[in-house]
């Protein structure tokens, strides 16, 4: 079984970088610098992708039977993925947004 702690801590990890590149790309769309939008927001999916993929995992192994522990730092990574996730989508619409605009 694996580290539960390292686990919850790598789902973190990636969701706020998943975020912050997300943030990154939408200073960039507001200065114009396309490329690096685009290149920031690849990286942030990629981000994202890595911590859906442990979510993943976490689930698979609780099986719906509460086999993973709740605890307040696996409750705080839940919250951590599904904020980054939210403010990616709504980033991506105001860079959309910031596209049209110029």
């Given at each position: 079984m694996m580290d539960l702690e390292m686990t919850v801590m790598e789902l973190i990890i990636n969701a706020g970088e998943s975020k912050s590149l997300a943030m990154q790309a939408l200073m960039s769309a507001k200065k114009g610098e396309w490329a690096e939008v685009d290149s920031l927001l690849a990286e942030?999916?990629?981000?994202?992708?890595?911590?859906?993929?442990?979510?993943?995992?976490?689930?698979?192994?609780?099986?719906?039977?509460?086999?993973?522990?709740?605890?307040?730092?696996?409750?705080?990574a839940q919250d951590h993925i599904m904020t980054a996730m939210l403010a990616r989508e709504l980033i991506e619409e105001i860079i959309d947004i910031h596209r049209k605009l110029k």
């Open positions: 942030s999916t990629e981000a994202s992708k890595r911590a859906h993929k442990v979510q993943t995992e976490l689930i698979g192994l609780d099986e719906g039977e509460g086999k993973v522990p709740v605890n307040l730092i696996m409750v705080h």
